[in-house]
């Protein structure tokens, strides 16, 4: 019996195939779905030719993130079977399926390819899940040992957005899960700015919000100067800045690349933790360091000559 064929579509052995075999999902799959009309699977065992497209696939993603893809905007066809050493026609017809798929995409300008959203979606929501699993034990210790609620936060825009809290006290201040807050005027936000150039901080504020409580950051200078300060002690504190009654420290979690990727929070009322800030700082600190060593990041951020001050 032969393949069930359906355009560039095949069906092996229970198993999706395109073209050649230059790319594949096992029947059921869910993931990228190539499945077209195909229902008559061929019986006895797959070959194994799906583990060398998978393969080569891969290293078509991997030369469409180097630098030269990045720095150029895509590469055509031609450069692409250059760089991955196989004829232009199979590159031709595995960059065409996996556009299907949206991941990679064709510049209609161009012509050349670039990784498509999809990939980056996934990616995007596999850091975001990675970063919660990796930070949520952490968390509950932490919470046990200041005995307050712990929040993991990440920067949206100018905004500070809670994406899990764990409670360490019977009186939780505030249900913030899903609430964005104003990244200038709370320690997360602070924290979540620590790798920001003074130019950055022009775009992404165009002119500090009003209000805040009693911020005591107002201007751009101002910002800078809360941002240069947690960078000295490795974290950010706040008392009744944000709201009357409220004190909260956050403390910087890095990625494998040393990059800010999130911020962990200990908010409560200032009656409890106003006095004892700097503690539970540094307490905040080492758990934060934690979790960023599970995402790869042990090596602590280099000394640079701080950028011109914003005016």
């Known amino acids: 019996m032969s393949p069930v064929r359906d355009g560039e579509f095949w069906v092996r052995g229970g198993e999706f195939w395109v073209g050649d075999g230059e790319f594949w999902v096992g029947a059921g799959c869910s993931g990228v779905g190539y499945a077209a009309a195909m229902t008559t699977p061929l019986p006895g065992p797959a070959p194994r030719h799906h583990v060398h497209g998978l393969r080569r696939d891969l290293d078509l993603l991997e ?3 180097s630098p030269e893809a ?4 895509g590469l055509g066809v031609v450069r692409l079977a250059q760089l991955v050493g196989r004829e232009k026609s199979q590159v031709s017809r595995a960059l065409k399926a996996l556009a299907e798929e949206s991941v990679v995409e064709r510049d209609p300008d161009t012509r050349g390819y ?3 959203w999809r990939l980056f979606s996934l990616v995007a929501r596999t850091v975001e899940d990675r970063l919660v699993r990796a930070a949520e034990p952490v968390m509950h210790k932490l919470s046990a040992d200041l005995e307050e609620t712990s929040h993991l936060c990440v920067l949206r825009d100018q905004e500070v957005l809670t994406i899990l809290s764990v409670s360490g006290h019977s009186f939780r201040v505030h249900d913030w899960e899903g609430r964005g807050v104003p990244a ?6 602070r924290v979540l700015l620590l790798d920001a150039t ?3 901080l022009y775009v992404r504020f165009p002119d500090i919000p009003s209000g805040g409580g009693r911020s005591e950051v107002r201007t751009l200078p101002e910002l800078w100067a809360k941002i240069q300060e ?3 002690t490795g974290f950010a504190k706040v008392n009744e800045e944000f709201e009357a009654g409220l004190a909260g420290v956050s403390a910087p979690v890095r990625d494998f ?5 999130a911020a962990l929070n200990i908010s409560a009322p200032a009656a409890r933790l106003g006095h004892r800030l700097d503690d539970a700082g540094r307490i905040t600190a080492r758990a934060a360091a934690a979790v960023s060593a599970q995402l790869g990041w042990d090596t602590p951020p280099t000394r640079r000559p701080a950028p011109a001050r914003p005016t």
């Open 184 to 189: 200038h005027c709370t320690s997360a936000g």
């Open 198 to 200: 003074p130019d950055e």
């Open 114 to 116: 670039r990784l498509g």
């Open 230 to 232: 947690g960078r000295r």
């Open 70 to 73: 990045q720095h150029a905007g």
């Open 63 to 65: 030369a469409l993130a």
């Open 257 to 261: 690349r040393g990059r800010v990727v």
